[in-house]
């Protein structure tokens, strides 16, 4: 039933009540005029996806809603600075090495929140659920989520439950949002880079998407990798017990280092130059990539960030982060820079430079 | 490809990374090891839904999660005291008269804040789209998503969209998360109801379950309905004017005012009786019911709500809430009792009085 190049419509009958394409009560302006259908690359965190929330979702939403879309939100209410995030996810297959969707589900929103200097607290929990489904498969990936919650610190607070009928889902989608409280002299946020900031990654990169494509069936290239999935949040306070002035986190998921570097420079009109030598790429992640033409700059991690730091506590913000279990092989792998704003440079190992894109879609669907 | 029996699994072959079913390591008790998949019931609101987060979430996420799952939970972050709220929407078709996917998915998580006296402040939304769902479809659900947040005084604040293959979703399915801030003084939960509290509903019942089905494929009957759907945090508002001791809100959504009314005299132990005659079912929604064979008790509403009010203060909520333009229809139907606790009983029109259960499961799938 897959149709990974998004040619055909829907197989399924259109019901009556939805009305026939009328693009002339439609908003949106070219280029997504010219693709009138959904595809996979849609949601693949890069390029397409970017212009499907400036085209479409923000317009409709308006004004403010613009900045937070696709991130996490920064928002006062009550007298509290909150960060508030969602994510849907749909990987397949549900368990793989490393983790599974419950564990993605918890660690993907609680991180979203730690991208923000916020320390995370609630989430909600949305399950899709297809008919069908074993009971025990319900349960391992809740015991999953309850289990990552406790080791995240966060409380799984409030939740919903929808079945589909069979062949309208797969399995189990969860969705969860999460808020957080936001520090006071906290403000990390994409367009706070500056030329002179020295850009961290916190350890190896590649490991997840690497990991689930090893399962995905008639994908097994006999690779030992696990998923890197894991909660930020504890990293992000010992960083921020060095200095609350980060200027910028990100944890690189769909799109991987590429997407998010991109993502940040566009958003605060600087460059940034990589030493791609310096970029940990495991060895059997630089397999898997060469066997299947992939690039590791461009491979989801679920359990890595990437900080932009002001250059005078880049040495201490290190320390500190190699002194904690999910920092213990973080790296320097390059510079803010003014020359090319919005542009990613990598320096290759062999003195040359190459541009190293926004991903347009998506690379590896269904990967979180 | 639908299954609505549920006894066949997933018709897509397992991947291969997810186990085969093992029930030993399931912490799950009887009677959820007899029905070892997920069925439509399971999404319906009614006891199997309690049953699965009773016997499977409950326990895997931990204690204090258990009084909020499945309806909107109260904490305390950074000082403020908010409500917090997630609902997925699965609707079939996405657009009905009065509404579509995107009205619901903002009204219906704004609503769950509203009755527990928040004010809604922000949302989360989370998309899975379909591969093949036309654009402008998506971006006309968005357009609802606007204007009834606008119209809830609501802003989408942060975002996600997912994009699956064609067969492994239905078009769109939304996910919206929200929070707002209690007032000081208002503790409005199901646990507060008491015997002598008088019971007030909003207006007509079922108009949105019946709108739904009028125009399902193969259920057409000419009924002229509308959905009901509207977000009520004005309503509480104004109710909240009158008195800050509200006991109880509730609005009747899946299951129906009959799951409602169950669910508060389960959660505080008290009976509830109902003047049948009282409850106000336009000819509409009647006469629908009687041809489907459906209970309008039990019938979907995304504009309504339950109140349990003390006696001292019911007639001023009551005027209240009749010069509301949606409480404009307001009426009592009928009174909290120390007799019969846990149980809804309706006195029917002939004088006698019959039992109003809990629903079992689904009885209209995917009509939210």
Redesign the interface.
Known sequence: ????T?T?????PR?????A???S????PAP?RD??????????GGAM?AE??EH??AP???G??LA??????T?T??????A???????V??????GGSIGDLAVNGTVNDLAMSGARP??L?????????????????V??A??RA??AAGV?????????????????I?V?T?G???VPDGVDIRPQRAVPGDVVIVSGPIGLHGTAVLS???GL?FGVEVESDCAALGGLVETMLDVTPDLHVLRDPTRGGLAAALNEIAAAASVGVAVQERAVPVPAAVAGACAMLGLDPLYVANEGKLVAFVPREHADAVLAAMRAHPLGAEAVIIGDCVAEHPGMVVARTGLGGTRVVDLPMG?QL??IC
Chains 1, 2 share one sequence.
Not at 68 to 73: H, M, P, Q, T, V
Not at 77 to 82: D, E, V
Not at 92 to 97: E, N
Not at 124 to 140: D, H, K, N, Q, Y
Request: charged letters at 20%; one cysteine or more; hydrophobic letters at 40%.
């Open positions: 039933m897959s149709d990974p998004g055909t419509g829907l197989t399924a019901p009556a009540a939805v009305p394409p009328d693009f009560g439609w908003t949106c997504l693709q009138p259908c959904v595809v996979l690359g849609h949601g693949g996806s499907l929330v479409v979702f409709a939403f308006g403010p809603a937070g879309l696709g991130d996490s939100a928002v209410l009550g007298g509290a600075r909150l508030f995030s969602t994510d849907s996810f749909v397949r297959p549900l368990f793989f090495p607290a609630y909600s929990c949305g399950f899709i659920l297809e008919e069908g489904v074993e009971m025990p498969v319900v349960a391992r809740a015991e989520m309850g919650a406790r409380e799984i607070a409030t939740g919903d439950t929808k079945v589909v009928e069979a062949g309208h889902g797969d399995g989608y969705n949002a808020i957080g409280v399962v995905r069936e097994e998506e669907p269904r």
